[in-house]
């Protein structure tokens, strides 16, 4: 299935809006996004992304069939983590397990690699997010270990793991 990795534009916002009527996304991403999404937290969330200068994170919507049907960022570091990233990945359900994710984060990490004086780019997907942990293996990441009791969410506490991909 083709994908394209594209730069976040305003005309993505109803995209980007019913992706966030999902439950599992909103459950399951580090952020905290309101759910139900309301529409000025969308438009925030895309200007965002539209505005940023590209210096310490990359944003990527990712695109399939004249849609927006996920989401890609990379964080740069400050200090002595300076040489490492750290993604995160979402996808819409009616395209999770065809292997959009893992080819939308290895697309995403070469392009950081190649572009940034980067050395390591991890992520950190809950540990009970089985898609995120599959398309991560599957882009070549390595699991490096698990946090646990250490994300609270809606009151509840999660378990993390810790995936990196090295140059």
């Known amino acids: 299935m ?4 594209v730069k976040w534009k305003t005309n993505y916002l109803d995209d980007f809006i019913y992706a966030m009527k999902d439950p599992h996304l909103s459950d399951n991403m580090c952020e905290t996004l309101p759910y139900p999404m309301d529409t000025a937290f969308a438009v925030e969330y895309i200007s965002e992304r539209m505005l940023n200068s590209e210096e310490r ?3 990527r919507a990712i ?4 849609h927006i049907i996920g989401g890609v960022d990379v964080v740069f570091g400050n200090g002595v983590y300076e040489k ?3 993604l995160s990945v979402w996808i819409i359900k009616e395209y ?3 292997g959009l994710g893992s080819a939308a984060v290895s697309e995403m990490c070469r392009l950081c690699f190649e572009t940034y004086d980067i050395l390591r780019i991890e992520a950190r ?3 009970n997010h089985i898609e995120a942990v599959r398309a991560l293996k599957k882009a070549g990441f390595i ?3 698990t946090v646990h009791n250490a994300i609270f969410k809606n009151n509840k506490s999660y378990n993390y793991e810790i995936f990196a991909l090295l140059r």
Not at 2 to 5: I, Q, R, V
């Open 63 to 66: 695109q399939c069939g004249g």
């Open 84 to 86: 490492s990233a750290e």
């Open 96 to 98: 999770r397990c065809r």
């Open 125 to 127: 997907p809950y540990s």
């Open 143 to 145: 699991h490096e270990g």
């Open 57 to 59: 994170q990359v944003c």
């Open 2 to 5: 083709d994908f394209k990795l």
